[in-house]
């Protein structure tokens, strides 16, 4: 490989949030999604260039920004976006609340699959929505799957104006097929409800599975919904503060630019710019190398876990590099569950009932860590969960 993904960098020296300065250095952080891996060299020879020009003034709104994010799309996924159709915002969070004023009075009603990352319970709520939930179920095998009729009986609601679609699903490590994404896309088409498509970990899925923009599927959901985009997760830039809005239907194009000028919201930056543009211009190899990497980290997990610690379940994971790990045969209250991670354990994840009611009894682990960190991790929650009784 290229890139060296076993590199163990310290970086509790770089003010990032999940190392932050309180965090117990006897526990190693697995929650908040970002990767302990280094950017290209690409990426962080850029910087370091234009770091060397001593102004950093208001950088000029160069078309590179959307003609890099069309180009993305097209090489990894086979989708002609326009440049056009390219909305920046600092980070993609922003579009759903532009989508909610733009599209949804106070009062009307959000629908989304849970259990999801938990801003869309919030953004839903602080602007004025109700939130409508279609929760995932999970098969024999462990495997979340749509309840279709339950979907179908929520988008009837008049009050349903927005779907936010969650695809690579974070937590529950899914990437929708086309047949699922063409049922979605026709039940909001046939129920009037528009469909904001967050594909923010895209490019995080694993052999034998394919990621699908959903607007890439017809022109007719082109028409009815927003693709959300950002190179951050893949190539850990996320403190840049970028995100990209992918919006063919050009009403709804205009009055997510409306609410972006309302908000003052389109001033960029020289250095998320930056590193946006060359991650999706220069960068594909260390998409491909990395993907190849989290392959086998998490083929290393979910064998781990079945072999030596069969009290927790984890179903195969089709996308993104967090794990949904299902902990409820432990029998732990939820606080006792995060305590038990937190401190027998020593090990910092996300507590699965954050992401809903349907989290309760499991845990999210970031395996974006180099493999001499992921089997430490797991060798320490084997012997905790031996001891547990
Ligand atoms: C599904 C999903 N959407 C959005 C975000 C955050 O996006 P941004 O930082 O671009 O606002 C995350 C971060 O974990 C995420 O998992």
Same mark, same amino acid.
């Given at each position: 490989m290229k890139h060296n993904f076993d590199e163990i960098i =310290? /970086? /509790? +020296?770089?003010?990032c949030k999940k190392y932050e300065p309180a965090y117990p250095k006897d526990v190693i952080p697995m929650w &908040? *999604? =970002?990767? =302990?891996f280094a950017v290209p060299d690409e990426i962080a020879n850029a910087i370091a260039e234009r770091a060397k020009h001593p102004c950093y003034g208001y950088p000029v709104e160069s078309f590179e920004f959307e003609k890099s994010a069309a180009g993305w799309e097209k090489k990894r996924f086979g989708w002609d976006v326009k440049p056009e159709w390219v909305k920046y915002s600092n980070g993609v969070l922003p579009f759903f609340v532009y989508a909610i004023r733009a599209f *949804?009075?106070? %009062?009307d009603k959000v629908l989304f699959q849970s259990p999801v990352y938990p801003p869309f319970y919030a953004i839903t709520r602080n602007n004025g929505c109700h939130i409508v939930t279609n929760p995932l179920v999970q098969d024999e095998d462990g495997k979340y799957q749509i309840d279709f009729e339950d979907l179908e009986d929520k988008l009837k609601?008049? /009050? +349903?104006?927005l779907f936010f679609l969650c695809n690579p699903h974070n937590p529950v490590m899914r990437s929708y097929s086309l047949e699922e994404l063409t049922k979605i896309g026709d039940l909001c088409l046939k129920h009037h409800v528009l469909v904001i498509s967050d594909e923010i970990h895209c490019d995080l899925v694993y052999k034998g599975h394919k990621h699908i923009p959903f607007a890439s599927i017809s022109e007719k959901f082109a028409d009815n919904s927003m693709v959300l985009i950002n190179p951050s997760k893949t190539f850990? &830039? *996320? %403190?840049? /503060?970028t995100g990209a809005a992918i919006i063919p239907n050009e009403q709804l194009r205009n009055k997510i630019q409306t609410m972006i000028e309302d908000n003052k919201n389109y001033g960029r930056t020289i250095f998320g710019m930056l590193s946006f543009i060359t991650a999706y211009n220069e960068c594909e190899y260390y998409a491909d190398e990395m993907i190849e990497y989290l392959e086998e980290n998490q083929q290393y997990t979910v064998d781990f876990i079945k072999e030596r610690i069969p009290r927790i379940k984890l179903a195969d994971p089709e996308a993104t590099y967090l794990l949904w790990l299902d902990c409820r045969d432990l029998k732990l209250s939820q606080p006792e569950l995060t305590k038990f991670f937190f401190e027998k354990a020593k090990l910092g994840l996300n507590d699965g009932s954050t992401f809903g009611s349907e989290g309760i009894g499991f845990m999210r682990m970031n395996i974006a860590c180099p493999k001499a960190t992921l089997v430490e991790a797991l060798n320490r929650l084997e012997k905790a969960v031996n001891e547990l009784n």
């Amino acid at each position: 490989m290229k890139h060296n993904f076993d590199e163990i960098i =310290d /970086r /509790r +020296v770089s003010e990032c949030k999940k190392y932050e300065p309180a965090y117990p250095k006897d526990v190693i952080p697995m929650w &908040i *999604a =970002d990767t =302990d891996f280094a950017v290209p060299d690409e990426i962080a020879n850029a910087i370091a260039e234009r770091a060397k020009h001593p102004c950093y003034g208001y950088p000029v709104e160069s078309f590179e920004f959307e003609k890099s994010a069309a180009g993305w799309e097209k090489k990894r996924f086979g989708w002609d976006v326009k440049p056009e159709w390219v909305k920046y915002s600092n980070g993609v969070l922003p579009f759903f609340v532009y989508a909610i004023r733009a599209f *949804a009075y106070p %009062g009307d009603k959000v629908l989304f699959q849970s259990p999801v990352y938990p801003p869309f319970y919030a953004i839903t709520r602080n602007n004025g929505c109700h939130i409508v939930t279609n929760p995932l179920v999970q098969d024999e095998d462990g495997k979340y799957q749509i309840d279709f009729e339950d979907l179908e009986d929520k988008l009837k609601d008049p /009050r +349903v104006k927005l779907f936010f679609l969650c695809n690579p699903h974070n937590p529950v490590m899914r990437s929708y097929s086309l047949e699922e994404l063409t049922k979605i896309g026709d039940l909001c088409l046939k129920h009037h409800v528009l469909v904001i498509s967050d594909e923010i970990h895209c490019d995080l899925v694993y052999k034998g599975h394919k990621h699908i923009p959903f607007a890439s599927i017809s022109e007719k959901f082109a028409d009815n919904s927003m693709v959300l985009i950002n190179p951050s997760k893949t190539f850990n &830039i *996320a %403190g840049f /503060r970028t995100g990209a809005a992918i919006i063919p239907n050009e009403q709804l194009r205009n009055k997510i630019q409306t609410m972006i000028e309302d908000n003052k919201n389109y001033g960029r930056t020289i250095f998320g710019m930056l590193s946006f543009i060359t991650a999706y211009n220069e960068c594909e190899y260390y998409a491909d190398e990395m993907i190849e990497y989290l392959e086998e980290n998490q083929q290393y997990t979910v064998d781990f876990i079945k072999e030596r610690i069969p009290r927790i379940k984890l179903a195969d994971p089709e996308a993104t590099y967090l794990l949904w790990l299902d902990c409820r045969d432990l029998k732990l209250s939820q606080p006792e569950l995060t305590k038990f991670f937190f401190e027998k354990a020593k090990l910092g994840l996300n507590d699965g009932s954050t992401f809903g009611s349907e989290g309760i009894g499991f845990m999210r682990m970031n395996i974006a860590c180099p493999k001499a960190t992921l089997v430490e991790a797991l060798n320490r929650l084997e012997k905790a969960v031996n001891e547990l009784n």
